[in-house]
């Protein structure tokens, strides 16, 4: 077994904007304000020595009786789950399941989210629930910070079917169960997973079932499909440039549970404002500055050789646009955060949809590094906050970030790619951009 790094927690005072070994990016990323993350998780390495890990996403649980004791779940691809302390330390791994059949993929965990006080038979039950990217499922852990071996356990339904895919041939293709939000309808009280598909626009909304035997298992309740092709106000017709056969897909989601809308992020595309049980019309929040830029596919490079910009897009993310979470204030206040990934940047929505519609811009701000030893968030695929007290490290709340390039473990001896995820003081970042 490969030992792991020691968090590090940085010895600096957070409340200034840190501009230390900050990347090279487009002009707009460089004028917004700067935070450093308070500490790191361990770094993960997407290779076999590594355990085929690939940090992702993270969702934060708070320990209502002992908010010190809260913990931070993340998924690390076919590494499985990964539960960390709010210093960063590892309280416990979860491995991915394997391959079900011969030649088959094995458990491939994207996404995670939490519901809390889940209606089972036996009571209420807090869980984290998880896009296996691998067998097109979902898989369901409860919560219990007083269990041995660690505080989750797979409670997930065995006879749980395919989120899309018909037959295991279908899931072979992998156009599976991707990017993932949970939620609670407040007038019924029903459990829900909202589901993308990996390459396709479609979306699917789940209800969780608990069972009597104690696990969780899931329902169809409908399925709605995005827009792959965009009028523009010339005319002409765009379609985002990807490898044949593959659509502009949605990852990062996050519903606002005080109204029921879902926010989805299509990577190339832009976010969307939707009814979270996908029963209504969807709204185009913000583009990604990508928008309209037509572009060719060159197979040999397997890249996308963009063309003239005719000038339709946003002005605030640069696509990828992932990592989306939801910072709720009191009375409805709060902002919707959203990375981009082609600048390194997050940026702020205002919550509350205004009375012509939009959801208005407020800013940004970048993670960057505090140190050579605790850098920032590169390529961000992930995102959580809760702004809630959570002990002495985060007495202002806390936002984890996932960083898709972790530098700071770039001495390893092996010349290793990482990953990893860095835990922001909240309080800092409203200090930072004014929040």
């Known amino acids: 077994m490969r030992m792991q790094r020691s968090p590090r927690l940085a010895a600096t005072v957070l409340g200034a904007a ?83 059949t011969e030649g088959a993929a094995p458990g491939r965990f994207n996404n995670v989210d939490l519901v809390t006080g889940l209606r089972t038979p036996s009571g209420r039950a807090d869980v984290a629930v998880v896009s296996d990217r691998g067998n097109d499922r979902l898989r369901v852990y409860r919560i219990d910070p007083s269990r041995r071996g660690g505080p989750l356990k797979d409670v997930t339904d065995p006879a749980a079917a395919p989120v899309f895919s018909a037959d295991q041939a279908e899931i072979d293709e992998q156009r599976t169960a991707y990017g993932l939000a949970a939620w609670q309808d407040r007038a019924s009280g029903r459990s829900y997973a909202l589901v993308s598909r990996r390459n396709t626009t479609d979306l699917a909304l789940l209800e969780l079932r608990p069972t009597a035997r104690g696990t969780v298992g899931y329902r169809l309740v409908r399925t709605l499909t995005l827009p792959s092709s965009f009028r ?158 959570l002990g002495s490290l985060y007495p202002h709340g806390l936002l984890v970030v996932q960083d898709g390039h972790e530098t700071s473990a770039s001495g390893d001896e092996e010349g290793r790619e990482a990953t990893g995820f860095k835990f922001v003081d909240l309080g800092a970042l409203r200090n930072a951009t004014g929040m």
């Open 18 to 100: 840190l501009l230390v070994l900050v990347p090279s990016s487009p002009a707009h990323a460089r004028s917004l304000p700067a935070v450093g993350a308070k500490a790191e998780t361990a770094a993960l390495y997407d290779d076999e020595a590594g355990g085929n890990s690939d940090a992702d996403d993270p969702a934060i649980w708070r320990d209502n009786a002992d908010p010190a004791r809260s913990l931070v779940v993340a998924t690390a691809k076919e590494g499985g789950l990964r539960v960390y302390g709010l210093d960063a330390s590892l309280v416990q791994s979860v491995p991915a399941p394997p391959p079900t």
């Open 232 to 389: 523009l106000p010339d005319g002409t017709s765009w379609t985002p440039c990807a490898e044949p056969g593959e659509l502009p897909q949605v990852e990062g989601m996050v519903v606002d549970p005080d109204s029921g809308t879902l926010y989805a992020g299509q990577e190339d595309v832009g976010i969307w404002r939707l009814p979270a049980g996908l029963n209504g019309r969807p709204v185009l929040v913000d583009k990604v500055r990508e928008y309209g830029v037509p572009g060719t596919y060159d197979p040999e490079t397997e890249e996308c050789a963009p063309g003239a910009d005719p000038g339709y897009g946003g002005r605030h993310l640069a696509a990828d646009v992932e990592g989306l979470t939801l910072l709720r204030e009191s009375g409805g206040d709060g902002y919707l955060m959203a990375s981009g990934q082609g600048d390194d940047s997050f940026a702020l929505y205002d919550r509350e949809v205004s009375e012509r519609g939009r959801n208005k811009y407020e800013g940004g701000f970048r993670i960057t590094a505090v140190s050579a030893d605790l850098d920032g968030s590169e390529e961000c695929d992930g995102a959580a906050v809760l702004n809630e007290p």
